[in-house]
């Protein structure tokens, strides 16, 4: 497995911006497609979005299109989530996640149990 450490978090008012950091270390000499996804209090975790191993297909959940952009540098192992115009409603733990299939990280994946690795998880609250 990948290890996937994430930063960037914090608090920030509505309509600001933040950008998160997911790093990976250890088993990175494959491909994967990453995802971002967030738990906020009482719910269940949901996916944000997802980024193929060569950036050529993104997908993001309706509620974040048009504010959130998911981007990655293979050289640098690490996967971006640049976060415009926030919400009190984008408060939540997010995650990132490399998928668990080893099929060169070309396919687009959205469902918890399509990833095998992930980050311990970065706090980001919107204050209204």
């Known amino acids: 497995q990948v290890r996937l450490v994430e930063s960037g978090g914090g608090l920030v008012q509505a309509g600001g911006s933040l950008r998160l950091s997911c790093t990976a270390s250890?088993?990175?000499?494959?491909?994967?497609?990453m995802g971002w996804f967030r738990q906020a209090p009482g719910k269940e975790r949901e996916f944000v979005a997802v980024?193929?191993?060569?950036?050529?297909?993104?997908h993001y959940a309706d509620s974040v299109k048009g504010r959130f952009t998911i981007s990655r540098d293979n050289a640098k192992n690490t996967v971006y989530l640049q976060m415009n115009s926030l919400k009190p409603e984008d408060t939540a733990v997010y995650y990132c996640?490399?998928?668990?299939?080893?099929?060169?990280?070309?396919?687009?994946?959205?469902?918890?149990?399509?990833?095998?690795?992930w980050g311990q998880g970065t706090q980001v609250t919107v204050s209204s």
């Open positions: 980024i193929t191993w060569g950036g050529m297909a993104r």
């Open positions: 250890g088993r990175t000499g494959r491909r994967y497609t």
């Open positions: 996640a490399a998928d668990k299939f080893d099929n060169g990280g070309s396919f687009i994946y959205t469902h918890n149990a399509d990833f095998g690795s």
